[in-house]
């Protein structure tokens, strides 16, 4: 590159700046060029050099200098070594006097276990405590990346600096990638450190994710995370997050968005034996209700366990609120949409023998045709059709009817404008639909 080129030969006519923005600009560019002399040739000159340099540019370089390392692009040496003791002592002298952004402080506690750096802890102390005092200021993955950084470098923990950042990042979770969020998790566990009201907004922030059905290697962490936490801290967890947890477990596995995952699998066990010893004193009706969907799926799904079914005191709370539930839909279902009434009568037209409000084995099927659960989805109401595009409770509802049917049919009305008014379409197209199901059974 021409500016390697330059400080190379130029050597006594450039600046730390030019040195940062050299390494800020290689990094970014993927550059795999020898940067040995480079780097060598700072380091030999540093006190001229890199004198007066500011935060921001002593902060790039360090991150670059991280970065080429992660991607094994560009040859450093040695040298690099000099450089970045001399960094972070001056990172922490420039700490001290208030010039240093929270930005800058994460990207050099990122860059210190990337570069496997050995030096005075002390110093790790000085930045990450100044990052905690900002931690309001900093965007998510920036203390994500610090807490990362302080695990690996196996800090002395001080509580405090650690709440601090991860109370600043518990404040914008909802911003938060699931990647950051489990990060952070992964990171506050291997840092012993552990408060339930943190752990459960990150965890609930989590889930939303899960809600809307995404996996990802986030997911799996977190998961793996979840099946490592001991009784004594699943003790500290609120019954409303063991039982969101187990839910939103239900949801990825029933639609089938979960990959086999021993941890997936781990975390599911654990949770259930741990609100199996809890019992149904202290979980409300909307909890008891997402239990049971979740004992629903581990039971059809084998897991080892078998759910909730080492209590029966709380598999029987958990189903008769579901019970309750069911009535209470059952009602609204007879009161149904002009939708429904017009696909139950293009399908008795069609010659099928229609029941509607169906309760099977606990579940209640808003039409059943020839053992086959028919739902017609409503704007506003549910989500979109076919059952691959549904989502959270809806999407575990109709993959349940489907398990106690012969499969599952759902209409959405985006799906029959262009049919009304034709009678022997609309018969024909219900007749389809209805074949479809019964041949995937």
């Known amino acids: 590159m021409a500016v390697n080129h330059r400080l190379l030969v130029e050597r006594y006519e450039y600046n730390g700046q030019d040195v940062s923005n050299t390494f800020y600009a290689t990094a970014s560019a993927g550059y795999a060029g020898n940067l040995e002399p480079l780097v060598s040739n700072v380091a030999e000159d540093m006190g001229r050099v890199m004198e007066g340099v500011a935060a921001q540019a002593w902060s790039n370089a360090i991150w670059a200098l991280a970065k080429h390392e992660e991607i094994k692009a560009g040859r450093l040496g040695q040298g690099v070594f000099v450089v970045l003791d001399r960094g972070v002592a001056a990172m922490g002298s420039l700490v001290r006097s208030g010039s240093a952004n929270p930005q800058a402080l994460a990207n050099v506690l990122w860059a210190l276990p990337k570069l496997g750096w050995k030096g005075d802890m002390s110093v790790v102390g000085v930045l990450a405590s100044a990052l905690a005092v900002q931690a309001a200021n900093a965007k998510p993955q920036a203390l994500a990346n610090a807490l990362w950084a302080l695990s690996k470098l196996k800090w002395r923990v001080d509580t405090s600096v650690v709440g601090e950042q991860a109370n600043g990042l518990v404040k914008k979770a909802s911003s938060a990638t699931p990647q950051v969020l ?201 989500f979109l059709a076919p059952l691959g595009l549904l989502k959270g409770s809806i999407a575990v509802r109709e993959v349940l009817a489907s398990w106690v049917c012969k499969g599952s049919v759902v209409i959405s009305e985006a799906e029959w404008p262009n049919l009304q008014g034709d009678p022997q379409r609309q018969q024909a197209f219900v007749a389809q639909r209805l074949q479809q199901a019964s041949g995937k059974a």
């Open 182 to 382: 489990a990060n952070t998790l992964w990171a506050l566990s291997e840092l012993s450190w552990y408060d339930a009201s943190t752990y459960s907004t990150l965890v609930s922030a989590l889930q939303s994710k899960f809600e809307a059905q995404h996996w990802d290697r986030s997911t799996e962490q977190i998961a793996e995370l979840i099946s490592k936490q001991s009784e004594q801290q699943l003790g500290q967890w609120e019954a409303q997050d063991v039982a969101n947890t187990l839910y939103s477990w239900a949801v990825l596995t029933a639609v089938g968005v979960a990959p086999a995952s021993p941890g997936f699998t781990s975390m599911a066990q654990q949770l259930f034996s741990h609100a199996a010893g809890r019992g149904p004193s202290n979980v409300i009706d909307l909890h008891l209700s997402q239990l049971f969907l979740a004992h629903a799926v581990a039971m059809h799904v084998g897991l080892p366990g078998g759910g909730l079914s080492a209590d029966q005191e709380l598999l029987q709370a958990c189903v008769k609120s579901r019970e309750a539930q069911q009535l209470v839909l059952q009602m609204q279902v007879r009161r149904t949409a002009s939708l429904e009434q017009e696909l139950a009568a293009a399908m008795r037209h069609a010659g099928y023998d229609v029941n509607r409000a169906v309760v099977i084995g606990s579940e209640l099927v808003q039409m059943q045709v020839q053992g086959v659960a028919v739902r017609a989805a409503v704007a506003g109401n549910y």
